[in-house]
């Protein structure tokens, strides 16, 4: 699972919570300017010493201005980056409170703002989630997964006919924002912390409602369709559900092939655990084909 690195994009974002206009504080802005240039650079300790500059001057404004959220949010993504663990756990549970004031300060004024607002704050609870799966704190990150998840399920729900104009502007930014492949995304994210804590049912769950929409946006051919595909067949033949695993780890393997992944690491992890199915099933034949073919990439990974 990648870490979504938002940088000076999502600061310009929260600027539509309201609150006071960019360049009011030029030591607050321009800290969190520099902070994210560093950041886009990967100069992590440069970034974390703006950042954190940034969060001592934003410690004098009042409850409800984005530019905490800003600060607090980025300095826990570089030090996640630099494995300050502690730290960053700190800093996101800082930013999300900092957020949820916001939230409740800030009215938003017309759909489509409101729409952006709820866009960047499930964006913070998942980059905050993150930052806790990441350093195996399951029931912290399953918590921020599902808020992120609480406030996307309604702006995601398809708009197949828009007939009002607030149907209209759901529609248009739905289609411009990819809104239901990042829920897609947050189901999966919560698959794995499911599948984690060995909750196999719960694990299917979420994998099952990740992939239908990918297979609805993306294509039952798409490199991301497959990896969830093949993240649900794991989860069926932990279950020793193998007529249900046996059909998608076939079709996952299957669709890597053919996406020009012969040569990555993804197709050997797909390898390896089909064939352990195949193993488990009683196929021993088919399940050394298949490791041969793991072992004949990795040899070209080298």
């Known amino acids: 699972m990648k870490l979504c690195r938002c940088h000076l994009a999502i600061w310009m974002c929260l600027s539509l919570f309201t609150g006071p206009a960019l360049g009011q504080n030029h030591s607050l802005d321009e800290s969190i300017k520099l902070g994210a240039e560093a950041k886009k650079q990967k100069q992590w300790s ?125 529609f248009l930014a739905q289609e411009i924002s990819g809104i239901e492949v990042e829920l897609a995304d947050l189901y999966g994210n919560l698959g794995q912390v499911q599948l984690r804590q060995q909750r196999l049912k719960k694990a299917q769950e979420m994998y099952s409602k990740a992939l239908e929409i990918k297979e609805r946006k993306l294509g039952k051919t798409h490199p991301d369709t497959a990896i969830l595909t093949l993240n649900l067949a794991i989860v069926h033949a932990m279950q020793k559900q193998y007529d249900k695993a046996g059909p998608l780890f076939q079709q996952a393997v299957t669709t890597l092939e053919q996406t020009h992944l012969t040569n990555r690491p993804v197709l050997v992890q797909a390898y390896a655990n089909y064939a352990r199915f195949l193993e488990e099933s009683g196929l021993h034949t088919e399940a050394e084909h298949v490791l041969a073919k793991a072992r004949e990439i990795q040899k070209n990974l080298r």
């Open 46 to 170: 440069q970034a974390e010493q703006y950042f954190e500059t940034a969060v001592q001057l934003s410690e004098k404004l009042k409850d409800g201005d984005t530019r905490k959220v800003v600060a607090l949010t980025q300095l826990a993504l570089v030090e996640q980056e630099q494995t300050k663990q502690d730290e960053a756990e700190t800093h996101a549970t800082q930013a999300v409170l900092a957020l949820n004031k916001c939230r409740k300060a800030n009215k938003p004024r017309g759909q489509g703002e409101e729409f952006l607002q709820i866009q960047v704050s499930f964006r913070v609870y998942k980059d905050m989630g993150y930052i806790f799966f990441a350093n195996q704190k399951y029931p912290e990150a399953e918590k921020l997964y599902q808020q992120a998840v609480s406030i996307l399920q309604d702006v995601a729900r398809p708009v197949t006919n828009p007939q009002s104009n607030d149907d209209f502007i759901q």
